[in-house]
C-alpha cells in the first residue's frame, strides 16, 4: 500500500512538474484576456455617489475586464535582471468593504512571474514596484496637463491673463498622494503562474491607475475615454473551447431531434394500430 502511495504521488508531481514546463515560458502579455466584465457604470448614477464609492463601483465594474495593452506596457518591472510584466489588476475583494467608508483601495497587482523568482529578493523587488507605480502615475498626470493645454491653445485661451475659470480650478487641484502600501505578496494562477502584490492605494491614485489600465470605466473628468482595443491574439485554448462547444451543441441537437422523432414515429403507429 505505502509503495502504491508512494508510486502516485511521485506520478503526479512529475505530471504537476512538466505542465508547469510546458507553461513556463508562456506570458499574458502574448495573447489577449477573453474574459469579459460587466458594462461601464452610468455616468449619471456614479455622479451621484461619493468619490469613494464611485471609485470602487468602477474597480468592482472593472473586475474581469481585460487590462490595457498600454497599461502592461507602462506598468512592467525591472529588476533582478528580469522584466515583470503585468497581467491584471484587481480589486482585492477580501480587504474591501461593502461601501467606500475608507482612504484606501485594497487593489491586486497580478505579475507574469512566481514568488521563487524573487526569493530573498522581496524587498529590491518592492522598491522597484513602488518607483514604478509613483512614475507612472506621475506620467499620466503630466499626459493629462498636455492634453488640456494643448486643446486650450487651440481654442485661443493661452492669453496668460488668469484664463476661464474651469483651467483655473483644475490648475489649483492638488495631486493625490499615491499612499502605496505593499501588504503581502502571494503566489496564483494554475497553467500561468502569477506573482501578486497585494497591495493598498489613496482612492486618487486608484482612479488615475483604473484610467490607464480600464479605460472603459473611468472617465477622466467625467468625459468617457474610448475602449482600448488589444491588438493581441486570443489564447489558442478559446478556439478548442469554441469548437468542442460547437461539436457538443450539434450531438446535443441531433439527440433531441431522434428522441422527438421516435416519439412522433410512435405515435403514429399507436393511432393506426
Not at 160 to 165: L, N, S, Y
Amino acid at each position: 500500500l505505502f509503495c502504491h502511495t508512494f508510486g502516485r504521488f511521485v506520478a503526479m508531481t512529475t505530471e504537476d512538474a512538466k505542465q508547469r514546463a510546458a507553461y513556463s515560458g508562456r506570458q499574458s502579455t502574448s495573447t489577449r484576456n477573453p474574459h469579459t466584465a460587466s458594462k461601464a457604470l452610468d455616468a449619471k448614477a456614479l455622479a451621484k455617489l461619493s468619490v469613494e464609492d464611485r471609485v470602487l463601483a468602477q474597480w468592482r465594474a472593472a473586475c474581469g475586464c481585460p487590462i490595457s495593452d498600454e497599461a502592461k506596457t507602462q506598468f512592467c518591472i525591472q529588476c533582478l535582471g528580469k522584466t515583470f510584466n503585468l497581467a491584471d489588476v484587481r480589486l482585492w475583494q477580501h480587504r474591501t468593504p461593502g461601501k467606500g467608508d475608507q482612504a484606501a483601495v485594497y487593489l491586486e497587482f497580478f505579475f507574469d512571474s512566481s514568488p521563487d523568482e524573487i526569493r530573498d529578493q522581496e524587498e529590491v523587488f518592492k522598491k522597484a514596484f513602488e518607483s514604478m507605480i509613483e512614475t507612472q502615475l506621475q506620467e499620466q498626470r503630466l499626459t493629462q496637463f498636455r492634453q488640456k493645454l494643448a486643446a486650450r491653445r487651440r481654442k485661443g485661451q493661452d492669453s496668460g491673463d488668469g484664463g476661464d475659470q474651469e483651467w483655473q480650478s483644475y490648475l489649483k487641484r492638488p495631486v493625490p498622494a499615491t499612499e502605496l502600501s505593499i501588504r503581502s505578496i502571494r503566489e496564483a494562477g494554475c497553467m500561468l503562474r502569477f506573482l501578486v502584490c497585494q497591495t493598498s492605494i489613496s482612492i486618487g491614485a486608484s482612479e488615475v491607475l483604473g484610467q490607464i489600465a480600464f479605460q472603459e470605466h473611468f472617465p477622466i473628468d467625467g468625459v468617457a475615454q474610448e475602449p482600448s482595443k488589444s491588438t493581441k491574439p486570443m489564447p489558442r485554448w478559446v478556439y478548442g473551447l469554441g469548437a468542442c462547444t460547437a461539436f457538443m451543441t450539434v450531438v446535443t441537437i441531433t439527440a433531441w431531434y431522434q428522441v422527438v422523432r421516435q416519439i412522433a414515429f410512435s405515435g403514429a403507429e399507436a393511432a393506426l394500430g
